[in-house]
């Protein structure tokens, strides 16, 4: 069986300006999305084990939600927390423009430093594989913006707004490790390095 990353971005939220996006819940629609998205044809028999996700709530709810179609396990793993970003509540077209910079410039003061979210979303993704059973697939439930990280190391390239963009709430992308391609979901047919996770 060839093993692969399932990787995951949260489904659907209610946004509350008055409190930190870390404590945003899903909507009932995203609670129904996540599960839509578990009982895609990607998953069947593809020897997932265990769903990662970060701690955050809205990244737990997507999880428990797919864990009641799977029917595997979930474990929060720190590591896998979104990129932060410390500068308040802003409207839609400030914040693209602002993580867009970041993505591609790699430098804000408000933002957690890139090489150090890198570090972290890598060596978590990495221990995961290495803990899990020989042979056997691993799903993680993360954010768009350090899945965005991640899939820049992967790919060797640094990725901006648009790749952030193209991912969705939710989305899946599945990585073929044996193969290192994309194979499903977002950024479908990019080549990537397993050694970069490996």
Do not use: N
Not at 65 to 91: H, K, N, S, W, Y
Not at 109 to 120: G, K, N, S, T, V
């Amino acid at each position: 069986m060839r093993v692969k990353l399932f990787a995951v971005r949260h489904a659907q939220v209610v946004v509350e300006p008055l409190i930190r996006p870390e404590e945003w819940r899903l909507s009932a629609a995203g609670i129904a999305s996540a599960c839509a998205l578990a009982r895609r044809p990607e998953w069947a028999g593809a020897g997932v084990a265990a769903i990662h996700h970060s701690p955050q709530h809205k990244t737990a709810q997507t999880a428990a939600a797919m864990r009641q179609v799977l029917a595997i396990p979930t474990f929060a793993e720190a590591d896998l927390v979104e990129l932060r970003m410390d500068c308040g509540f802003l409207g839609t077209e400030a914040f693209e423009a602002r993580v867009g910079h970041y993505l591609e410039e790699g430098r804000d003061p408000a933002f957690e430093d890139y090489e150090r979210a890198r570090e972290r979303i890598v060596g978590c993704v990495r221990r995961i594989l290495s803990a899990a059973r020989v042979g056997h697939s691993v799903a993680i439930v993360s954010h768009g913006r350090i899945l965005t990280v991640l899939f820049s190391a992967l790919c060797g390239v640094r990725l901006g707004h648009r790749e952030w963009k193209s991912i969705q709430m939710p989305d899946l992308s599945v990585v073929d490790l044996e193969a290192e391609t994309v194979t499903h979901g977002f950024l479908a047919g990019r080549r990537i390095r397993a050694a970069a996770v490996r």
